[in-house]
Nanobody, 117 residues
Framework: VQLQASGGGLVQVGGSLRLSCSASGSVFGFGTIGWYRQGPGKQRELVASVSRGGGTVKYGDSVKDRFFIFRENATTAFLHMDSLKPEDTDVYYC????????????WGQGTQVTVSS
């Protein structure tokens, strides 16, 4: 299984970015796709996740009403981030859960998001 995460970058306060996560390596596609973030010395926290069919969506408290996650298909999801704040600066990691066994998950390489004030 391979995950391709992209879309990070540098943006000013109040700006927007869109992250994408695309997974490959399973003919069945994948279950829940999520984004997590973790900076130096911080605990990893859930940013947002979306179920396979898109019917179940979760957001971290700090990003509710600013971020929006949506599923394109069985292998790809996007995280649209609006009204970005300096505290959103972090490394964002994509995570996908196996559709065959939800105890198995995979992580992508991190993508840096930097919000400048």
């Amino acid at each position: 299984v391979q995950l391709q995460a992209s879309g990070g970058g540098l943006v000013q306060v109040g700006g927007s970015l869109r992250l994408s996560c695309s997974a490959s390596g399973s003919v069945f596609g994948f279950g829940t796709i999520g984004w997590y973030r973790q900076g130096p010395g911080k605990q990893r926290e859930l940013v947002a996740s979306v179920s396979r069919g898109g019917g179940t969506v979760k957001y971290g408290d700090s990003v509710k009403d600013r971020f929006f996650i949506f599923r394109e298909n069985a292998t790809t999801a996007f995280l649209h981030m609006d009204s970005l704040k300096p505290e959103d600066t972090d490394v964002y990691y994509c995570n996908v859960i196996s559709v065959l066994d939800d105890r198995i998950d995979y992580w992508g390489q991190g993508t840096q998001v930097t919000v400048s004030s």
